[in-house]
């Protein structure tokens, strides 16, 4: 059985729930088909706008109430979009799965990986996290939760999108 990897960043799942549960459902369609066609998948995606999405709620929740709601680490925000990103591509794929009557295994796995503190790339962050937003309210951002930003896909939104440098969390 050939295996076959397929990646999605995390900007192909949407911008909010409804929009990755169809983003999800298409992927499945074509996973499936993959499936079907005697291949072996591994789907891996990417989760960005989702982590920073996250880490910015948490942070505002920590704002109105730090003693109810202690801060959330970068770390904790990708942990979280990781897996319920894995869990909607894995409910997805078996709803799909098994519309065409395959018995086939699912798993989600999280992962981690260890970075050197030291690594230079800490100095000039490269992975965007977050949502995209005008240049104003980026710079904004960027002085009041002492965080890097960045453009982003300017040449397609012509917005910034936040950068957090992830030594700072």
Same mark, same amino acid.
């Given at each position: *059985? ?16 409804? /929009? ?16 079907? /066609? ?12 989702? #982590?920073? *999405? ?5 942070? /505002? *929740?920590? #704002? ?56 230079? #790339? ?16 980026? *710079? ?30």
């Amino acid at each position: *059985m050939t295996k076959v990897v397929v990646a999605l960043g995390g900007n192909a799942l949407g911008n909010n729930l409804k /929009e990755q549960m169809e983003a999800v459902k298409k992927t499945a369609v074509n996973v499936v088909d993959l499936i079907e /066609e005697g291949y072996e998948v591994v789907l891996a995606h990417g989760n960005g706008p989702q #982590a920073g *999405m996250i880490k910015l709620a948490m942070d /505002e *929740m920590t #704002a109105k109430d730090p003693k109810k709601y202690p801060p959330v680490s970068l770390s904790v925000s990708v942990a979280m979009s990781q897996t319920y990103i894995g869990y909607d591509l894995q409910n997805a794929l078996r709803e799909e799965m098994l519309s065409r009557k395959l018995e086939k295994p699912v798993v989600t796995i999280a992962t981690q990986v260890e970075v050197d503190p030291n690594d230079p #790339a800490f100095d000039k962050p490269t992975k965007p996290i977050g949502r995209f937003m005008a240049k104003e309210e980026a *710079m904004q951002a960027a002085m009041e939760k002492d965080i890097v930003v960045a453009e982003d896909a300017a040449e397609v939104t012509g917005k910034s999108s936040l950068r957090q440098n992830p030594k700072r969390s």
